[in-house]
């Protein structure tokens, strides 16, 4: 079991921006977002012992993740707020290029946001989304292309 939690803690440590990004683009509040990955990784580290497949790390955090954010916003009731603009520069060096597409892309749909952020901004694949997000893969492939065609139509109305 060592060897599955030294792979896990040096998977989180080596990925933390990626998951503050992510918190970020749901929450779109600098320390909520803390907050959100930090549950995640404590919910991770409790529960490490599950895991069956040590390949399958970046899968299994990132379903922990996508649910702990879920379940923020769930909790909190609100809408995630447009007007938060205040970015920090450590964590959004390659981010703020991406910003007019997170502006779009937080009108969408929950379930068609978290399958366009994780596969577009953290490169999973169609499989590991739909494992992450437990949904069948062709309703994840229907999902992904029903939001890029309303992107595509929000980019071009702009």
């Known amino acids: 079991m060592n060897k599955i939690y030294n792979k896990l803690s040096n998977h989180l440590i080596a990925n ?21 990955v930090q ?10 012992k599950d895991i069956k497949n040590i390949d399958a790390i970046n899968t299994w955090f990132y379903k922990i993740l996508v649910n702990e954010n879920l379940l923020y916003l769930k909790k909190k009731k609100r809408e995630i707020c447009s007007e938060d603009k205040d970015l920090d520069a450590v964590y959004f060096e390659n981010f703020n290029e991406n910003i007019d597409i997170y502006e779009k892309i937080k009108f969408l749909p929950t379930d068609i946001q978290t399958i366009i952020i994780l596969y577009y901004f953290e490169d999973l ?6 494992k992450v997000t437990n949904t069948n893969l062709n309703t994840v ?12 139509i929000e980019f071009k109305e702009d």
């Not at 933390?16 to 959100?36: C, G, I, P, W």
């Not at 549950?39 to 490490?48: H, Q």
């Not at 694949?125 to 739909?130: A, G, K, N, P, V």
């Open 39 to 48: 549950n995640a990784i404590v919910k991770a580290l409790e529960k490490y």
């Open 125 to 130: 694949t169609l499989l590991e989304i739909s």
């Open 16 to 36: 933390q921006e990626k998951f503050y990004r992510l918190s970020y683009t749901y929450l779109r509040n600098e320390n909520d977002a803390l907050d959100v």
């Open 141 to 152: 492939k229907s999902r992904l292309y029903s939001g890029l065609k309303k992107l595509k």
